[in-house]
């Protein structure tokens, strides 16, 4: 049973550019959460989404950041003409569960944008 | 709205003492849930521990403890016989049913144990 799995691990944009940042969720997990890490930071919550709808989105940027779960195939979070300010690392977990209880959220290995 | 304080930015611990990582938090919800997690370079979240708010016990794995006082509103990590490899970022997080957002977390704790 494979854990979260996030894509790429490291990614290089220019400034301007777009970046897509992937997770597939455990194997019968249907809630996926989205967190940012700043340097020398925890992890702020970005997103909470389920399959095809996105339930909590307050801690989204309000432009140039958007997430979605299809139906089908991964999470996408996607950063629009990134800036340096994007640089962070970018969680995804996944949960069997709506509201997190015992050890059922599980973390991915996380994916770290540089912006240049 | 759910708050977590880690009020050591950074510990230098010796090789074999036990450490003591503090945590508090604020939420108005009565049931919630109190975790660890550690980060080591390489930037993975490593799970270490959990607590319910309704737990009587203190939560336990391996050497690994948290001390739980729930009317004090902490939940202090302590790490048993500290070994080289526990140098990491320490984060302490909290769920609660009244948010959908999954877990909030603290600022975090840089342990560096030293030989």
């Known amino acids: 049973n494979a854990g979260v799995m996030q894509n790429p691990r490291h990614l290089v944009r220019r400034r301007g550019q777009e970046a897509r940042l992937r997770c597939s969720p455990m194997k019968g997990h249907s809630h996926v959460y989205w967190y940012r890490q700043l340097p020398e930071e925890g992890l702020k919550f970005m997103v909470y989404l389920q399959k095809e709808n996105i339930i909590d989105e307050s801690g989204m940027p309000k432009e140039r950041f958007s997430a979605e779960f299809p139906k089908e195939g991964p999470s996408i979070l996607r950063i629009q003409q990134v800036v340096r300010g994007d640089s962070a690392a970018y969680f995804c977990?996944?949960?069997?569960?709506?509201?997190?209880?015992?050890?059922?959220?599980?973390f991915g290995e996380g994916s770290w944008l540089t912006v240049v | 709205a759910q708050k977590i304080t880690q009020t050591q930015p950074g510990m230098f611990v010796q090789e074999k003492e036990a450490v003591t990582l503090d945590c508090t938090y604020d939420t108005s919800d009565q049931s919630y849930g109190l975790f660890w997690y550690k980060q080591p370079s390489s930037g993975e979240m490593i799970f270490l521990i959990y607590q319910g708010s309704y737990d009587e016990q203190n939560a336990t794995e391996g050497r690994y403890s948290l001390n739980f006082q729930k009317a004090r509103k902490s939940a202090n990590l302590v790490i048993s016989a500290s070994q080289l490899g526990d140098s990491a970022m320490y984060f302490c997080?909290?769920?609660?049913?009244?948010?959908?957002?999954?877990?909030?977390f603290g600022k975090g704790t840089h342990l560096i144990i030293q030989p």
């Open positions: 977990a996944s949960s069997p569960l709506a509201v997190v209880s015992g050890n059922t959220i599980y």
């Open positions: 997080a909290m769920s609660s049913r009244g948010g959908a957002d999954g877990l909030t």
